[in-house]
């Protein structure tokens, strides 16, 4: 089975900073992709960032700029540092990760427990 562990959320006042990170591990082919996603009180999962093993990434436009994904592949761990937070960025944040099992070798979708980023105004 593959674990995702994550770390790094909290409260921070308008336009400060938080970095939230992401640990995978356990029986790991390869990482295809690793991204976050938020869902915020009465809305929807929606995508924040993600990045592909190819080096391709994509942000919500409504993060563009403030926000970077970046990843330490020989750990497994992706990052996202978030600046100039602003309350409507208020959710819980869920790191993703599309991976190949090493046991099976089947392609799945992987998720953490969430972290829960508060922005005050």
């Known amino acids: 089975q593959v674990q995702l562990v994550e770390s790094g959320g909290g409260l921070v006042q308008a336009g400060g900073s938080l970095r939230l990170s992401c640990a995978a591990s356990g029986a790991i082919f390869s990482i295809n992709a690793m991204g976050w996603y938020r869902q915020a009180p009465g809305k929807q999962r929606e995508l924040v960032t993600a990045t592909t093993s190819f080096g391709s990434t994509n942000y919500a436009d409504s993060v563009k700029g403030r926000f970077t994904i970046s990843t330490e592949h020989d750990k497994n761990t992706v990052y996202l540092q978030m600046n100039s937070l602003k309350p409507e960025d208020t959710a819980v944040y869920y790191c993703?990760?599309?991976?190949?099992?090493?046991?099976?070798?089947?392609?799945?979708?992987?998720w953490g427990q969430g972290t829960q980023v508060t922005v005050s105004s």
């Open positions: 993703n990760v599309d991976a190949i099992s090493g046991v099976d070798m089947s392609r799945s979708d992987y």
